[in-house]
């Protein structure tokens, strides 16, 4: 996944606008390594290109494994293009640190996307951090909409913190489910059900019909139940097929119409507000720790205050505090 860099930002900024997918490529590379220099050159670039962001419909999907996701962002995404939008796929796979990352596989799958100029499609980066995934995905959406991409589509697997992430970081979250029988409102964090501003159940084709109609009925019902977020918005569960394109067209009006009503009532604006503000705090809290376990002071103090906390020789609340008071002096709360 290292492609050459190369060393001019500006240069690098001039083919991104130009729309380049190789540039983008590159750049979100920048974005993604971990050495300090190609941090802040892309931090540099970002930067230069602030001005040109924003302007996408920021689309998350996500769901259990298998469901069909990304067969499903294979359909939508050719509906979409033929409705003229230019669409980038940025993947987010939470397990790729573990498994050497399984969202390659989906480049092959996604053959009609793959190699079309209006299409950018990235997998997702192994060996990340979880919250280093959630940098570098922000950023690809930023990097991608200077790029002139319009739709930007974020794919996760649907387990554990993944979910909330990405809902985080777009402007509608899709819930894609298959249908598998009874228990399966069950099976579903009702957190996650909070998330979905669109529930979809998939592969509602051949022997599923009917179990995917069942299912798309029942969480209608209890979605009804749950308090609205949005005036104007009912979230609903509707049914498709990824496979022969049933229903993709449809699912495709509401995502507009979902867009036409965020941005007449000034929801979007105010969801970005929210989303760039949680952003810049998730930073402070992870670049905070990191400087504090290298701060020479509280490096010095840390062993033993760690030891003490593991002899049960100080309360873990009081340690806490006298390191940062060490660092910070003594604060009003602490006196
Ligand atoms: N019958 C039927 N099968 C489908 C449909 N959509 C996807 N599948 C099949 O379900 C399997 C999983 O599809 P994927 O699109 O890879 O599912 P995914 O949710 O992206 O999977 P992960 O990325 O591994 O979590 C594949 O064998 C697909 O062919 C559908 O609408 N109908
Ligand atoms: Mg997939």
């Given amino acids: 996944m290292t492609a050459t860099l190369p060393e001019d930002t500006a240069d690098l900024a001039v083919r ?3 729309g380049e997918r190789r540039a983008l490529a590159q750049a979100i590379t ?11 050159k892309a931090e540099r670039l970002l930067s230069a290109l602030m001005p040109e962001t924003g302007r996408s419909l920021r689309l998350g999907i996500s769901g259990p494994p298998g469901a069909g996701k990304s067969t499903f962002i294979e359909a939508v995404g050719q509906v979409a293009i033929d409705r003229g939008y230019k669409l980038a796929i940025l993947a987010v796979d939470p397990s790729s640190n573990i498994s050497g990352g399984s969202i390659l596989g989906d480049k092959v799958r996604m053959a009609a996307l793959t190699g079309r100029p209006e299409v950018f499609i990235r997998p ?42 990405v ?53 209608s019902h209890a979605l009804r139940l749950m308090r609205p977020q949005y005036d104007g ?30 941005e007449s009532s000034g929801i979007l604006q105010k969801r970005r507000v929210v989303q760039a503000t949680a952003w810049l705090w998730a930073e402070l809290k992870e670049d905070l720790i990191e400087r504090l376990k290298t701060h ?27 390191l940062l008071d060490g660092l910070f002096g003594v604060s009003k709360r602490s006196t």
């Fill in 233 to 262: 918005w009912q979230v609903e569960a509707v049914q498709c097929s990824a496979l022969n394109g049933d229903g993709i067209s449809e699912i495709m009006d509401r995502v507009e119409n979902f867009r036409i009503l965020l």
């Fill in 30 to 40: 920048l974005a993604e390594s971990a050495r300090v220099d190609h941090r802040m």
């Fill in 167 to 219: 809902a985080a970081m777009t402007d509608m979250f899709l819930l894609l489910l298959a249908p598998m029988g009874g228990d399966m409102l069950q099976g579903i964090k009702r957190g996650v059900m909070e998330l979905a501003d669109l529930v979809i159940v998939n592969k509602a084709d051949g022997n599923h019909i009917a179990a995917a109609q069942q299912a798309a009925a029942d969480y």
């Fill in 16 to 18: 991104l606008r130009r």
């Fill in 296 to 322: 020479p002071a509280i490096a010095q103090l840390l062993p033993r205050v760690e030891a003490d906390v593991r002899n049960g020789e100080i309360l873990p609340t009081m340690a806490a505090r006298k």
């Fill in 124 to 165: 997702s980066p192994s060996g990340m951090v979880s919250g280093g995934v959630a940098r570098r995905t922000r950023e690809a959406i930023l990097l991608a909409e200077a790029a002139g991409f319009d739709l930007v589509i974020v794919e996760t697997v649907g387990v554990g913190q993944s979910e909330t992430e």
